[in-house]
C-alpha cells in the first residue's frame, strides 16, 4: 500500500519488522498501481514483514507489536 511508503528528505523507504523491532528499509519504487498501491522494485525481499499503517510515524529501531 501507498502508506507503507516513506519519505525522509530525498530518501525513500519502507519499514520492515526483525526481532520486534522497525527496520528502515530504503526501496526503489515504480508506478502507482490500482487501489493505491505503489510498486517496489528493489529494497525488500519477498516474505518480509512490512509496516503498513502509522509507518510515517515510525524511527528505525523502534519496538513494534505485530497485530494479525
Keep these: 500500500p501507498a502508506g507503507a511508503v516513506v519519505s525522509r528528505g530525498q530518501?525513500?523507504?519502507v519499514?520492515?519488522?526483525k526481532d520486534g523491532l522497525a527496520r528502515f528499509r530504503l526501496v526503489k519504487?515504480?508506478?502507482s498501481l490500482p487501489g493505491d498501491e505503489v510498486e517496489i522494485l528493489s529494497g525488500v525481499n519477498p516474505g518480509e514483514?512490512?509496516?503498513v499503517s502509522n509507518?510515517?510515524?515510525?524511527?528505525?529501531?523502534r519496538k513494534v507489536v505485530v497485530n494479525k
Design 55 to 61: 509507518a510515517d510515524r515510525l524511527t528505525d529501531g
Design 49 to 51: 514483514s512490512i509496516v
Design 11 to 13: 530518501l525513500t523507504g
Design 15 to 17: 519499514f520492515t519488522i
Design 29 to 31: 519504487t515504480g508506478g
